[in-house]
């Protein structure tokens, strides 16, 4: 999924149970299975026969389906703040190819990226029409207007969220499925609970800004400090594009963590409350019973 995984499982040493090395091998299995279904940097993925059918309608697996589901009903729950169909916006600003390709040919991408359609002004929900459609439980989707889909964040909470379940159910005591910062922990460790320490956003090496006790919950991190390259006119972008007109938002945090029931919630409210403001962005929270922390650029860490 273009980032790292990392997955810590525990297991109950009984007779007819599986070790945790092979439950942890066979998670890691899992989500490379979920990549190549979802990758918008692989040609053969859903995503990207989806992405290039000009509108058609493609039959997809329905793991993709269930993903698309959560992926439209998160940009209704946010008011469009959130929307995973700006991949083409992403494409045309150099992001269409993994982050460790962008790095190795930086600023060789096109320069200009899509002008994006008139949005309301800030602070008002967005309300242009989801450009998904989907034919009945198990059938094919299709994608108008231009859209593109683009798994990123979403994706990588969601796999968190299934392959946990998986583990728990395949007899784990307690798991942590952590794609590249989206994570989900269920069960208990040796502490019974999870402590999660979220890095620096201006150096890794530094203390820790947030340490963050999880019991069966998601957490998720974003940051336009990460994902950042130049276009080939040498403007300077990242990945945390405003819906409004599909360029990278203008945003006054550094980063922003989210703790919420699922790891594909707390991916979702990363976004939404980042571009939302505090006002909106707290009512998300008080919604979907999450809470946040923002780092500012002068490097102070505060709740939302």
Request: charged share 25%; net charge neutral; hydrophobic share 40%.
């Amino acid at each position: 999924m273009g980032t790292d995984c990392h997955v810590v499982v525990r297991a109950a040493p009984a007779p007819g149970h599986p070790g945790a090395d092979r439950l942890a091998d066979e998670a890691v299995v899992r989500v490379r299975s979920l990549e190549a279904r979802w990758s918008r940097f692989m040609p053969t993925s859903d995503t990207s026969r989806l992405n290039g059918a000009g509108g058609r309608p493609v039959q997809v697996d329905p793991s993709t389906l269930d993903l698309l589901r959560r992926a439209d009903a998160a940009r209704r729950a946010t008011h469009g703040w959130f929307d995973p169909f700006l991949g083409r916006a992403l494409a045309d600003l150099g992001y269409d190819r993994t982050f460790d390709e962008i790095d190795r040919h930086r600023g060789a991408w096109a320069a200009a990226p899509s002008a994006g359609a008139a949005r309301p002004a800030i602070g008002e929900p967005l309300r242009t029409p989801s450009p998904l459609r989907l034919d009945g439980g198990a059938g094919p989707a299709a994608l108008g207007g231009g859209a593109a889909f683009d798994p990123g964040g979403i994706g990588k909470g969601h796999a968190a969220d299934v392959v946990s379940q998986e583990l728990i159910a395949a007899g784990a005591v307690g798991a942590l499925v952590n794609l590249g910062g989206d994570l989900r922990v269920r069960g208990a460790n040796d502490a019974d609970s999870w402590r999660i320490d979220v890095r620096n956003p201006f150096d890794e090496s530094l203390d820790p800004v947030v340490e963050v006790g999880l019991d069966d919950t998601g957490l998720a991190t974003s940051s336009p400090l990460k994902r950042r390259w130049h276009t080939r006119d040498g403007r300077p972008v990242h990945h945390i594009l405003d819906p409004r007109n599909g360029a990278p938002a203008a945003l006054d945090l550094a980063a922003i963590t989210v703790v919420a029931p699922e790891g594909s919630t707390a991916e979702m409210l990363t976004t939404a409350v980042a571009l939302a403001g505090p006002i909106h962005g707290a009512a998300l929270l008080r919604r979907h019973r999450a809470r946040a922390w923002v780092v500012t650029f002068e490097g102070v860490v505060a709740p939302v």
